[in-house]
């Protein structure tokens, strides 16, 4: 696979996200369904605390991806649906801190939307691999 980051402008480093990826040679895209702060028997967890969801949504992206056998650093486009784009802010280095030591650099959006399938769960991460 041939992977060649597209950044016309340096604002979205600190940020820890790219503007566009441009993927050739791949034989594999895995697109995950979003992933959300939910135990493994489907149960809503940590309401009200942004960052508990943050990282538990996170951990349940990553096994997806590891039951795909696809390492974070293959991960190209992650989107974030948020209830709260403040607070998800004022939590994202626990996102930002881990994607960047995983070697994930994707391109993404932050949508704020009124609310997620269950009313205590606040932040949703979709993502799309190529290996």
């Given amino acids: 696979m041939e992977r060649r980051i597209i950044n016309p402008w340096k604002w979205q480093d600190q940020l820890g996200f790219v503007q566009a990826n441009e ?7 895995l697109v995950c369904a979003g992933q959300a702060a939910m135990s493994s028997e489907g149960v809503p967890l ?17 096994t997806v991806l590891k039951e795909a056998g696809i390492e974070w650093s ?7 649906y948020t209830t709260d784009v403040d607070l998800f802010f004022k ?7 881990r994607l960047a030591k995983a070697g994930c650099r994707p391109a993404s959006s932050l949508l704020g ?8 769960l606040m932040i949703e991460i979709e993502a799309t691999a190529v290996i």
Avoid: C, K, W
Avoid at 91 to 97: F, L, N, Q, R, T
């Fill in 23 to 29: 993927v050739a040679g791949f034989t594999r895209v």
């Fill in 46 to 62: 940590h309401a009200g605390d942004m960052r508990a969801q943050i990282a538990l949504a996170l951990d349940n992206l990553e």
């Fill in 74 to 80: 293959n991960v190209v486009r992650l989107n974030y």
């Fill in 91 to 97: 939590e994202y280095d626990v996102a930002a801190s």
């Fill in 113 to 120: 939307i009124t609310r997620l399938a269950f009313p205590e």
